[in-house]
């Protein structure tokens, strides 16, 4: 249950409203277990297999994407309404909302019983957490500011869009993170990168010119067999 409603129940969670609201809704709880009993339970884990299978794999991708850009939308327009100048808080509710189960995943692997601070999102953040990042800033300047003259609908197609793309790329050609060379360009900029390489390369050249230099007692000794013959 926290995999699939992590991201009302924390986004709740911070606003200050009820925890259980996302449990109200009868149709919703018959859904999600019946997804759990067809996971784990099914005979000869069929329901795990037939998930597994390329075609249907894509398909529920899709279907997974395209209601994970509606919760970053809902959770940014519900943030708008009860803190309107609050951007930042905005851009939190509509990212923990759209990917709330990487946030409450060391939650629930400790509820099994395995303690992996490691696995905290904030200090691995996914691509995921990146993308609705990126969704809730869109969403925003789309609903605060005139920068995105486009309609809203346009707006809302092409971040489907997006985030539809990625996965498909993530799932057939292994890109997980198109967002890294930015990262490491912007890090390595702005971050201090480029005067740790600098400082590395000038350690390195200056190490190599003492290697170079002859120690002063082999050229002594070097002297003394001249003289001698």
Not at 3 to 29: H, Q, R, W
Not at 180 to 190: D, K, R, V
């Amino acid at each position: 249950m926290l995999s699939i409603f992590g991201g009302v129940i924390l986004s709740n969670f911070l606003l200050g409203e009820p925890v259980l609201a996302p449990f109200k809704s009868t149709n919703y709880l018959l859904l999600a277990s019946l997804a759990w009993y067809l996971t784990f339970y099914t005979p000869f884990d069929c329901g795990y297999k037939l998930c597994k299978l390329l075609p249907v794999k894509l398909i529920l991708s899709i279907m997974k994407e395209v209601v994970r850009v509606r919760k970053v939308h809902d959770g940014v327009v519900h943030a708008a309404k009860v803190y309107p100048n609050g951007y930042l808080i905005m851009i939190i509710i509509g990212t923990t909302k759209g990917n709330g189960g990487a946030f409450l995943k060391i939650l629930e692997r400790l509820f099994r019983g395995v303690w992996t601070p490691s696995a905290m999102e904030l200090m691995q953040i996914s691509f995921p957490t990146k993308a609705c990042i990126a969704a809730s800033i869109i969403f925003i300047v789309d609903k605060k500011t005139e920068l995105i003259s486009a309609p809203h609908a346009l707006v809302y197609f092409g971040v489907v869009i997006f985030f539809i793309y990625f996965k498909l790329s993530s799932v057939l050609l292994g890109i997980h993170d198109p967002f890294a060379p930015f990262e490491n360009l912007f890090c390595f900029i702005f971050l201090g990168g480029i005067w740790d390489t600098l400082s590395r390369f000038i350690a390195s050249a200056r190490g190599g010119e003492t290697q170079s230099k002859p120690e002063p007692a082999k050229e002594v000794k070097v002297e003394a067999a001249k003289k001698k013959e």
